[in-house]
């Protein structure tokens, strides 16, 4: 039981990790599909428009991209939450065939993966919600400050991105650990 849930961990994880690290790229891709989006209102429409309002230009395509992402993350926590309580009934049963110390700090381990991504996930909803006041707005009335705004709060994200993820690296290897103890250990039947 402990290696199967293990194994769907690893799994979840690495899918986690290759999520983090495209939500950082959307996050360095977004400077840039504003400068896009402020061009082509320049030069194609009228700046009085917004192209976000009308769900077109590179900046809603990277919102969309966000969202559906950290929806992805969401569920596999949710998954990842199942696997957690499988590994806390089994250290609650103190087996002798399993190393109920590394399943309890793999389970301890988690926790600090789940809050990376809640607070990721508060800072995102502020960031949505900023984004989508800043870039309704007519590019004539979008101002230096709410721009930096958003900024900073794409910021927080991009640091706990970096948390996040040598925290994942550090449970996988704790799981590594352990399969690689279990191996060595003899089964009794």
């Not at 994942?168 to 039947?189: Q, V, W």
Request: no cysteine.
């Amino acid at each position: 039981m402990a290696k199967l849930t293990n194994t769907e961990l690893t799994e979840q994880l690495t899918a986690q990790k290759k999520h983090y690290q495209t939500l950082e790229k959307l996050l360095q891709d977004l400077p840039e599909a504003i400068q896009q989006d402020q061009l082509t209102l320049k030069e194609e429409k009228d700046e009085t428009d917004s192209l976000y309002d009308n769900k077109e230009g590179e900046v809603y395509a990277n919102y969309e991209k966000r969202q559906a992402l950290l929806a992805d993350m969401a569920q596999i926590q949710k998954e990842m939450s199942k696997q957690q309580k499988q590994l806390q009934k089994l250290v609650k049963k103190q087996g002798v065939d399993v190393d109920n110390k590394q399943l309890a700090l793999i389970a301890q381990s988690l926790d600090i993966i789940f809050s990376d991504l809640n607070s990721i996930n508060t800072y995102a909803e502020s960031s949505f919600k900023q984004e989508a006041d800043y870039f309704s707005q007519p590019l004539s009335e979008q101002t230096e400050e709410e721009a930096t705004l958003i900024q900073r709060t794409y910021g927080s994200i991009h640091l706990l991105n970096e948390e996040a993820q040598p925290n994942i690296d550090y449970t996988l290897s704790l799981i590594k650990h352990f399969e690689k103890e279990a191996r060595k250990t003899p089964t009794t039947h």
